[in-house]
Every structure is written in structure tokens, then in C-alpha cells.
């Protein structure tokens, strides 16, 4: 069983800690404080504390993978054929973001910046040509995500087809606030996602309509390559993104994406 059930990091006397989130009020949070590291051993200590800001919920990620194309409803809005296989790109480890943090823009990702709220898994432990029965066995927990992109870079005649460079600027995958174990979440395909763009409801489905769920994801990248523990995954964006809206991102947007009881992150977009 795992030590945790909604599992955050924050900050005290200037040292980071994790801890278990036992309530929200005021936009205060009253955690309790773990010694160790999730992907290691936690042990609740006895200390308490009221927190104002919360951090992403861990320290740091081998790699953050990311399924493209794997909902029904987003397919059909891009008119494409949904694939084979889950299609796969990658952001880099500094991609990796607070659930409440400042995203910084670089002047040339601002031409057409967008958001895609997803269902993020955290892999718990090395995994390695896992079964789809047995997948789940290797999820640490559950968040939300947002895979920041910038348009301009993933459009065919820039990329060659290839999304990871649109994606993969500093801070583009924040994640958070919490991850909310495995145990806690039965059926990973029973969610509720929405995406707001300014407290405007801009995506809203159940990840029921993924292509493929969880299981099929982590069984195939586990295909013949080691998915390490602390590996994010990004499961895929439903409809409803700014590029078929024709509506880019501007300066001082707050994208916040919410998967309900689970996690929340809430992000401005800083144009450097």
C-alpha cells in the first residue's frame, strides 16, 4: 500500500519537503510532513504545517513522454484516422513545471502559443516489457498536466512531422498540484478532464474517450525500452484545443487544467 494518498511538496524554512495534503482551505494548504522520497520509502513524521504555495509534486523527472492523438472526439475535430499505436514524442526533463508557476514565453514560441489539459501518470518503478495487466502495478500516482506547445514550431513545414521541439521550450509541462495515488484511483478511464482558459470552460470530457487507455499506453512504451521510475506521462489532450478554436494563448492567460478530485494546475503565461 502505498505511503501516501494525495502526495505534495512544499516549502518550509527554505528546504523542500513532501508530504501528505490533509486539507485546502483559504488557498492555504495543511500538509503533513514525509521523510524520504516517493520513489523510495515515505514515512509520515509527526509535524504539521499550513503552506501557501505548493510545488511540483516531484523534484524531478527522468523524462516526460507524451501521447499524441488519443482521444476520439480530438481526432475527429483534427479530422485524422486514429492510429495503430499511440503516437509518441518527448519534452525534456527542464520541461518539467510547478502547478502553480509563471510559464516564461520565448519571443518565438509566441505566435501561436496553446495549451492541452491531460491525464499525467507517474511511473513508480522501473518497468520493463510490462503487460497491460500488470501496468497499473507500476503507476505511482495520478495529475494533471498541461502540454504547453507552440504551434508555430509543430505545423508540418517547420517540424517534418516531428512535435517535440514545439513542445519542449523550459517550464512547458507543469504538473501538480497533486499526485493522488494509484490505490485511490480504481479506473483510471472513469475521470473527469476540464481545461479553462481564463475561467472559461475551453475542454471538458471523461478519459473514457482516450484511445488508448493507460494500460495499452504504459505496456507499449515499456516495449523493449526501460520507462524509469519518476518518467511523466502525458496521456493526450481532448478537443476543444486554442488551434481549431483559432484561438492562441496571449500574454497573462491563466490556463488552468483540473482532473476532478484528483489535481489542478493553474498557470500564467509570461511573455518574455
Do not use: W
Not at 493522488?180 to 472513469?190: G, K, L, T, Y
Request: glycine share 8%; proline share 7%; hydrophobic share 35%.
Amino acid at each position: 500500500m502505498a505511503a501516501f494518498k494525495k502526495l505534495v511538496r512544499f516549502l518550509t524554512n527554505g528546504r523542500a519537503y513532501y508530504g501528505e495534503l490533509l486539507e485546502t482551505k483559504n488557498d492555504k494548504y495543511v500538509v503533513q510532513r514525509f521523510d524520504g522520497c516517493p520513489f523510495e520509502k515515505l514515512v509520515p513524521t509527526d509535524e504539521f504545517y499550513t503552506v501557501d504555495t505548493l510545488l511540483q509534486p516531484i523534484e524531478s523527472t527522468p523524462l516526460i513522454i507524451c501521447i499524441g492523438l488519443n482521444y476520439r472526439a480530438h481526432a475527429k475535430e483534427a479530422n485524422l484516422v486514429p492510429p495503430t499505436y499511440p503516437p509518441v514524442f518527448t519534452k525534456p526533463a527542464d520541461a518539467l513545471a510547478g502547478p502553480f508557476e509563471g510559464i516564461p514565453i520565448h519571443p518565438d514560441a509566441q505566435s501561436f502559443l496553446d495549451y492541452e489539459g491531460e491525464l499525467t501518470v507517474i511511473i513508480g518503478k522501473d518497468a520493463l516489457n510490462v503487460s497491460e495487466e500488470s501496468a497499473l502495478d507500476y503507476v505511482l500516482g495520478y495529475t494533471a498536466g498541461n502540454d504547453v506547445s507552440a504551434r508555430n514550431f509543430q505545423v508540418p513545414e517547420a517540424s517534418g512531422g516531428q512535435y517535440c521541439y514545439a513542445k519542449s521550450f523550459d517550464k512547458f509541462g507543469p504538473i501538480g498540484h497533486t499526485i493522488v495515488s494509484a490505490e485511490q484511483i480504481p479506473d483510471p478511464q472513469a475521470l473527469c478532464l476540464r481545461t479553462r482558459v481564463n475561467g472559461v470552460v475551453k475542454q471538458e470530457t471523461s478519459t473514457g474517450d482516450m484511445i488508448f487507455g493507460v494500460q495499452k499506453i504504459i505496456s507499449h512504451l515499456s516495449r523493449g525500452t526501460t520507462l524509469r521510475k519518476g518518467t511523466v506521462i502525458m496521456t493526450g489532450t481532448p478537443s476543444g484545443v486554442g488551434c481549431f478554436r483559432k484561438e492562441p494563448l496571449q500574454d497573462g492567460d491563466i490556463v488552468e487544467v483540473e482532473i476532478e478530485g484528483v489535481a489542478t494546475v493553474r498557470n500564467q503565461m509570461k511573455y518574455l
